[in-house]
């Protein structure tokens, strides 16, 4: 199989392209996704023919679980489409499993930047999908905020988003460098009250239009950077009057910028790039 390896902020994946619905696609993705032993990459990317928009994309994790939504993934294919000439148009429609999601491709005499519609978050705990306790937390604005989670003895305070994948988050007022995140990310993706597991975002707002933030995707592990978890911590920042309309999220692989205006879609911007190219002989 061809492959090309593509990153967005440090967000790597392999993408291949195919209209191949039948092979093991998680079996693939453990093997070739393995940073000793593969390519190495956060996920496998797979672009494939639709009938119901342009493209379609379906996303595996390093576990081998197919995730709904992947802002920094979706960024990447729309940038090898056009890259690859499969699409001359500035405006694209991709199919995923969380919906269809629209991209536009802005460019300048410098640079080549994606801007993609996330679809409206969902603060409803059951689409999340969350169980939550009645008594426990508070809502702001149709959001689950200040929600209890304990973790070795500690008492996470916690918000729930799904941006068409779920998401805890959790903001400090320290450097997120300094939090343990390689020990409570995995405790806080497999709790009990998540069913289909979660992301977690931990963040530090610096100003009214900045925002600091590592992450624990579900399936992976830390990565550099996560689209759907940028949106879903602009969203949060802003239902809590952190922020305004337009926030940048920065992340350890680099800046995404986030727009949210209290209603209707999250759009997220940033460059994407081509990384190399190879043959998958396995």
């Given amino acids: 199989m061809d492959f090309t390896k593509v990153q967005s902020v440090g967000n790597d994946f392999v993408l291949i392209e195919t209209s191949d619905n039948k092979r093991n696609w998680s079996d693939v993705a453990q093997a070739i996704c393995n940073r000793h032993f593969g390519v190495g990459a956060d996920g496998l990317l797979l672009l494939m023919p639709s009938d119901k928009a342009d493209f379609r994309m379906r996303i595996f994790n390093t576990d081998g679980s197919e995730a709904e939504a992947c802002g920094n993934g979706l960024r990447c294919l729309v940038h090898y489409i056009s890259s690859k000439g499969l699409s001359s148009a500035k405006n694209l429609a991709?199919?995923?499993?969380?919906?269809?999601?629209?991209?536009?491709?802005l460019r300048d005499s410098n640079h080549t930047r994606i801007r993609i519609g996330m679809g409206a978050p969902i603060f409803e705990p059951s689409l999340i999908p969350v169980q939550t306790e009645l008594g426990k937390g508070g809502l702001v604005c149709g959001m689950t905020v200040n929600y209890p989670l304990l973790i070795n003895g500690d008492s996470l305070k916690l918000g729930f988003i799904s941006m068409?994948?779920?998401?805890?988050?959790?903001?400090?007022?320290?450097?997120?460098?300094?939090?343990?995140?390689?020990?409570?990310?995995?405790?806080?993706?497999?709790?009990?009250?998540?069913?289909?597991?979660?992301?977690?975002?931990?963040a530090r707002v610096i100003?009214?239009?900045?925002?600091?933030?590592?992450?624990?995707?579900?399936?992976?592990?830390?990565?550099?950077?996560?689209?759907?978890?940028?949106?879903?911590?602009?969203?949060?920042?802003?239902?809590?009057?952190?922020?305004?309309?337009?926030?940048?999220?920065?992340?350890?692989?680099g800046k995404l910028s986030a727009e949210?205006?209290?209603?209707?879609?999250?759009?997220?911007?940033?460059?994407?790039?081509?990384v190399f190219t190879g043959c998958w002989s396995k």
């Fill in 94 to 105: 991709i199919e995923t499993f969380g919906g269809t999601r629209k991209a536009e491709i």
């Fill in 164 to 202: 068409g994948n779920p998401h805890a988050l959790y903001f400090t007022d320290k450097a997120v460098a300094d939090f343990p995140l390689a020990e409570i990310g995995p405790r806080v993706e497999t709790s009990a009250m998540f069913p289909k597991k979660t992301n977690f975002e931990v």
């Fill in 207 to 253: 100003n009214s239009r900045s925002i600091e933030m590592r992450v624990w995707e579900r399936g992976v592990g830390e990565t550099l950077a996560c689209g759907s978890g940028a949106c879903a911590v602009a969203v949060a920042a802003w239902i809590l009057g952190f922020t305004g309309d337009k926030v940048d999220i920065k992340l350890p692989g």
């Fill in 260 to 274: 949210w205006s209290g209603q209707g879609d999250v759009y997220l911007t940033g460059e994407a790039e081509i």
